[in-house]
Antibody, heavy 121, light 108 residues
């Protein structure tokens, strides 16, 4: 079965950087696009970024473009989110999610349990 | 940018039918996906491509999409359906995925 386990969250000061990881198992990772979605405390879901199965295309929300970078290592079955210039507004639970269909750039279908990032001085 | 509008809350009695709307400009031309998120848990996909259900999702969950409104319908509502529900679409004009603000379903 599809398993996605996020890690790398924690408390970080404003302006600093953090890298999140998402370890995937139970499917052929290199065949599927992957998303990052976040949820601030008590708020709704906010899409962050998506990367195609082969890493050839990446798209970002306006709120993170230029500061966050999504990447993947298909040899390690791992998705990453490098977050720079963090602000208090980036405080959220960050979820990774797999798209439904292989070789597509579709919607998030399978979700991890999330990792909490707290930006605070 | 494309905006999806959901009612903040919907209440329904057990056994009745709940309808959760998602409004957007000409949303009928897009594919809408719906997620259920129970308190303290990760979201779960309940409807994709307007009206399809992933395996394991009860037939009580159904979706429709036309004009400027997409609707998630939950029939014979159970206490366990109490959750936040989100709609989502791909905005091809900006190459962005967009979520609605979410609707809290309360089972009375």
């Amino acid at each position: 079965q599809v398993q996605l386990v996020e890690s790398g969250g924690g408390v970080v000061q404003p302006g600093r950087s953090l890298r999140l990881s998402c370890a995937a198992s139970g499917f052929t990772f290199s065949n599927y696009g992957m998303h990052w979605v976040r949820q601030a405390p008590g708020k709704g879901l906010e899409w962050v970024a998506v990367i195609w199965y082969d890493g050839s295309n990446k798209y970002y929300a306006d709120s993170v473009k230029g500061r966050f970078t999504i990447s993947r290592d298909n040899s390690k079955n791992t998705l990453y989110l490098k977050m720079n210039s963090l602000s208090v507004d980036d405080t959220a639970v960050y979820y990774c999610a797999r798209v439904m269909d292989s070789y597509s750039s579709g919607w998030p279908a399978y979700w991890g349990q999330g990792t909490l990032v707290t930006v605070s001085s | 940018s494309y905006v999806l509008t959901q009612p903040p809350s919907v209440s329904v009695a057990p056994g009745k039918t709940a309808s959760i709307t998602c409004g957007g400009n000409n949303i009928g031309s897009k594919s809408v996906h719906w997620y259920q998120q129970k308190a303290g848990q990760a979201p779960v996909l309940v409807v994709y491509d307007n009206s399809d259900r992933p395996s394991g999702i009860p037939e009580r969950f159904s979706g429709s999409n036309s004009g400027n409104t997409a609707t998630l319908t939950i029939s014979r509502v159970e206490a366990g359906d109490e959750a936040d529900y989100y709609c989502q679409v791909w905005d091809s004009s900006s190459d962005r995925w967009v979520f609605g603000g979410g609707t809290k379903l309360t089972v009375l």
